[in-house]
């Protein structure tokens, strides 16, 4: 019989099975609550007992609990309040239990369980009991309609099979660096994950670019346009092929002093459009309410398809000229179109949310079957960032299936678009490595760089084992598109196929730029192409800052193949061709040259170009006028020609002049030439044949004698 006792007696009772091995315990006990009634549904008076099923101890080592009894009243069918027991999932060792009985005041014994007490607070209404065996807390039943909550953590002395496993959650090992997912000799067969560590690969999902989020910068000039004094608003949008954000926040600028002839200058000011868009467009408002699309003045040739669309990165500070305003037409969108593909959404998740640092790799997979692998089409450009990182399994052309391949159709209601690429990299400092990339109806790979804080110059980027491919049967399009600023760009090992141009630069400068190995297959004109004719990228902002040319080019152990005109044409360009193999060159009657450089005659340029040609030759160029032509700027400019190692350049044509280089314009230093270097056709009939047609103030040093020189 169990006796009532007191509240002190009990506390005696329950400190004297106590053994105190600390000065206190850090581990939680179970706060218990509950209530209980009668069969006929009257409220149970009386007491809960627990005993302890065996000694044991709390497995943070702090105590001993001996076999122990806690009696609680139940008062009205409530336990009362602060009742408290140590829980089975904090004693040492497993598998501990209380035996619970429940009886009346006149200790007629109501009921008898074994219950396994677990957490931090216990319903003891929530347990239901069992006519044998532990009732636990959080019991896994079978065949339930509802989802069951196990409190861990949990072990598992044997194997789970399971057809399928759904976490909500993480999961985690219970010692770091201590176990294995699979192993050699049972692994896992595909593992399909977002982000691994820091590389992320591509998943199903699309999205949507992020509208510029911060007010644009702004400045006015009180000349250059005409813009009358006033108070104006703008707001910009950002742009991918697909569509355009919704607007910033507008920047007020008040322009007074201006007479009429004011111009302002906009440009976004957060760095939202790297998640996914390449341009932006300025709406204009005299009210802060109705705010209206602007052309830019001057329309330059950086612009994209329309006459709204600017490269985002190009030039310095503020660069959205507006000469003038208008406040009709169309206006600003109310919905964000501008969605991007899931390789944008996998690249954007590589970078830090907060300031878009990348911090991780983009992997793109392999081809898996003969059919079009939708995980790399894209309907936008790839917008790359500065430090972005891209790699695959494989850049293999022949073996389609099994290569890593990006690809842009023209799935763009059928519009082409010279002004854009398959991917995108604004600012440099940029990886490329074991991927195809191939432009359907547009370029394939464009690096811009810019010299303002935006996007930086284009310094350090690198393209490893890669294949750029243009489908273009009309040579519209190039495998590589060079614009702005642009600043030590290394390709290696990088096989390029089609298009007007295999690498193309547009209003570039910059430093070195670097080519080795693979295969240059050109359908088009040219191997490289330096685009004549100097537009300022930032129209007008930072006038006088852009330098027309490259410091140096250096192509090496590269293999060509084709070529329809002028195959180096690279005015502004101070170009090597070091180990270069031309072979089957399909030059057009009536070619101006095989290599056409010097300084562009539109621009004004000080320093001299160079040509320096090593161990390389020109190919079959029967139809070329001359083997070398230099252009004269209208600087003081000077070129100088070296050539070492077999080299040699014959051209012949029965059209037009016949000379092996022409620089008839321009001073001229020619290093170890001799007669057998640049070679004309002494045989093409009724032409002026010269080996070398220079000016008197040239100088040949090294080499050069033969007969056929004349100046």
């Not at 490893?464 to 190039?478: A, E, G, Q």
């Not at 080795?516 to 537009?535: E, K, L, Q, Y």
């Not at 030759?617 to 070329?624: L, T």
């Amino acid at each position: 019989m169990i006796r009532s006792l007191s509240i002190r007696a009990r506390t005696r009772l329950c400190a004297g099975f106590l053994i105190i091995l600390g000065c206190c315990s850090s581990v939680d006990a179970t706060n218990l609550t509950g209530t209980f009634k009668n069969p006929d549904g009257s409220a149970v008076n009386g007491k809960l007992i627990f005993l302890l099923s065996q000694p044991a101890r709390l497995n943070d080592q702090s105590a001993q609990i001996v076999p122990m009894v806690k009696i609680f009243t139940v008062s009205n069918g409530t336990l009362e309040a602060g009742a408290f027991v140590y829980g089975n999932d904090v004693l040492v060792p497993g598998g501990t239990y209380y035996l619970v009985r429940l009886v009346d005041n006149n200790n007629n014994l109501l009921f008898e369980q074994k219950w396994s007490i677990s957490g931090v607070n216990l319903d003891l209404g929530s347990l239901t009991p069992t006519t044998s065996g532990v009732v636990y807390s959080d019991p896994l039943l079978k065949n339930l309609s509802t989802d069951q909550a196990v409190q861990g953590p949990v072990s598992f002395s044997a194997p789970i099979t399971a057809f399928s496993l759904t976490l909500n959650g993480n999961l985690n090992p219970g010692l770091p660096d201590s176990y294995d997912l699979g192993d050699s000799a049972a692994p896992w067969r595909e593992l399909h994950a977002q982000r691994w560590n820091s590389l992320f690969a591509v998943g199903p999902s699309s999205g949507i670019a992020l509208a510029p989020s911060t007010v644009p910068a702004t400045s006015f000039a009180t000349s250059g346009g005409s813009i009358v004094d006033g108070t104006y608003y703008f707001k910009v949008t950002y742009v991918n092929r697909n569509g355009e954000t919704t607007g910033s926040p507008a920047a007020t600028v008040v322009i007074s002093g201006g007479g009429g002839n004011a111009r302002v200058n906009v440009f976004p000011n957060d760095t939202n459009w790297q998640m996914g868009c390449y341009g932006f467009r300025v709406y204009a408002s005299n009210d802060n309410v109705n705010f209206y699309l602007q052309t830019p003045t001057p329309t330059v040739s950086d612009f994209m398809t329309d006459t709204w669309t600017h490269y985002i990165t190009m030039g310095s500070g503020v660069h959205k000229l507006l000469g003038s305003l208008t406040f009709s037409g169309t206006t600003i969108p109310a919905t964000n179109t501008a969605s991007i593909d899931p390789l944008q959404v996998a690249l954007n998740a590589t970078r830090r949310v907060s300031d878009r640092v990348p911090f991780g790799t983009l992997v793109v997979p392999a081809i898996q079957d003969a059919g079009v692998d939708t995980r790399t089409l894209l309907t936008t450009p790839l917008i790359m960032r500065q430090e972005d990182h891209i790699i695959g399994s494989s850049s293999m052309a022949g073996l389609v299936n099994q290569q890593s391949r990006i690809v842009v159709f023209p799935a763009w209601g059928g519009a082409n678009d010279n002004k854009l690429a398959a991917v995108m990299n604004f600012g440099g400092d940029a990886s490329i490595s074991n991927v195809g990339i191939q432009g359907i109806g547009t370029n394939a790979l464009m690096v811009l760089g810019g010299a303002g804080y935006q996007g930086g110059n284009a310094g350090g980027t690198t393209v490893k084992d890669v294949s750029l491919r243009v489908s273009d049967t009309t040579n519209t399009y190039s495998a590589f598109v060079g614009i702005g600023i642009l600043y030590d760009m290394y390709f290696d090992n990088v096989s390029m196929a089609g298009g007007n141009a295999l690498i193309q630069y547009r209003n570039a400068a910059g430093g070195l730029h670097y080519y080795t190995g693979g295969r240059w297959d050109a359908s088009g004109d040219h191997f490289i192409n330096m685009v004549p004719g100097w537009t300022d990228p930032d129209s007008g902002a930072n006038d006088g800052a852009f330098p027309n040319g490259l410091d140096r080019v250096v192509v090496k152990n590269v293999r060509t193949e084709g070529g329809k005109g002028i195959l180096w044409d690279v005015m502004g360009v101070n170009l090597t061709l070091d180990t270069v193999e031309v072979a089957d060159a399909l030059v057009q009657a009536g070619t101006a040259a095989i290599i056409r450089m010097g300084t562009d005659s539109t621009v004004t340029q000080v320093n001299g170009s160079r040509l320096t040609i090593i161990n390389t030759s020109g190919g079959s160029s029967s139809n070329a006028a001359v083997g070398v032509k230099v252009n004269a700027g209208l600087g003081n400019n000077q070129t100088f020609i070296t050539v070492e190692g077999d080299s040699g350049f014959p051209v012949g044509s029965s059209t037009g002049s016949n000379i092996g280089v022409d620089a008839s314009n321009i001073g001229l230093v020619l290093t170890n030439l001799t007669s057998s270097t640049f070679t004309a056709n002494p045989n093409a009939s009724g032409q002026a044949v010269k080996m070398i047609n220079v000016p008197n103030s040239s100088r040949i040093v090294g080499g050069g004698g033969g007969s056929g020189l004349a100046a």
